[in-house]
């Protein structure tokens, strides 16, 4: 079976798989059903394919020839635990790892349903355990700082670019859309003349309808009225300086002029605005479900990392200010 799903990138098909020819032919049937059944972004296509590259080399030198099928289905969990502690030996961190694994089991259950054998080894691993980081959310007054186009008023650039670094960024805040989001919207999907919900399409191609508050309306309508660009309806929304897609580098730059124009800390980039508008509306009240929602999370629990961040603050508060809190 070959590749032939146009949702898996020519960068992937340009990965050199190792292994034997068996191998890499169901290598290459599992990446595109991945593509096409699955319906998993062309990033992550590649990610898994590289993670499955890294891993057959691996075999390779140490099962001393190019694993087949059978050598793959044929391994022991002390095999597995040899590549993941020589992945931790260059550097790898958890998170990565566990990327790799869930790749690598994927991999297993694709050779199991092509009726290969049992891959046992596979699901005898340990996850490895991850640490998840606290969302770092701005102020309310820096996030609207940020988004505000007279921020950044005596900046060299064009006023119509200015507006439309504001607009984006206040989708990000007012609206919580991730940057590719954002960018993604047509301009047929524009938050104009009285619309007040803009459609999104996020991770694994699910789409969601996101209400937009008039601030961000005026901010969408003020970028264009004043972008030199004639835009169809079916093309971007937003548009870089000649015209094309928005880069969402061009942003990410942008954010940090303004980190140094208000003294802010690394960690304020575009991400840390859809990380504030959910602290933000959790601490004014909002539910946590419809809070999840808005994002577009998949989970609950990704949600209710906000929830230990709101909790953090509190702390950090009280022991500021409350003279018990400095009684030692």
């Not at 996850?127 to 005596?154: I, Q, W």
Request: hydrophobic share 45%; glycine share 8%.
């Amino acid at each position: 079976m070959g590749l032939m799903s146009s949702s898996v990138t020519q960068k992937t098909l340009d990965l050199v798989l190792p292994g034997a020819e068996d191998t890499r032919r169901e290598a290459m049937a599992w990446l595109a059903a991945l593509a096409k059944e699955r319906r998993l972004s062309p990033k992550t296509v590649e990610a898994y394919a590289r993670d499955l590259r890294q891993f057959l080399a691996f075999l390779t030198g140490h099962l001393g020839e190019p694993p087949g099928i059978k050598g793959v289905l044929g391994l022991k969990p002390m095999d597995i635990r040899a590549f993941l502690a020589a992945r931790r030996m260059d550097a790898v961190g958890s998170r990565s790892l566990m990327r790799q694994l869930a790749a690598l089991r994927s991999f297993a259950r694709h050779l199991e349903r092509e009726g290969h054998g049992t891959a046992s080894a596979f699901a005898a691993i340990r996850t490895p355990k991850v640490e998840k980081n606290l969302p770092r959310p701005l102020s309310a007054s820096s996030a609207v700082a940020v988004t505000d186009a007279e921020t950044r008023a005596g900046d060299d650039r064009k006023p119509w670019i200015l507006a439309r670094d504001a607009a984006v960024l206040s989708l990000l805040y007012g609206a919580g859309l991730r940057i590719s989001e954002a960018l993604g919207l047509q301009r047929r999907d524009a938050p104009v003349n009285g619309l007040d919900t803009v459609t999104v399409t996020g991770k694994g191609g699910k789409m969601r309808s996101v209400p937009v508050i008039p601030a961000i309306q005026r901010a969408v309508e003020a970028y264009l009225a004043l972008c030199p660009y004639a835009i169809p309806p079916e093309g971007p929304l937003f548009v870089g300086a000649r015209g094309g897609p928005l880069s969402p580098r061009i942003i990410q730059l942008a954010v940090e002029e303004l980190r140094g124009a208000l003294g802010l800390p690394d960690s304020a980039t575009p991400h840390a605005l859809r990380h504030s508008f959910a602290t933000h509306l959790l601490a004014r009240g909002g539910d946590l479900r419809g809070i999840q929602e808005l994002l577009g999370h998949a989970s609950l629990s990704t949600t209710q990392l906000y929830t230990k961040v709101d909790a953090a603050r509190l702390m950090d508060a009280f022991n500021a200010a409350h003279p018990r809190a400095r009684m030692r």
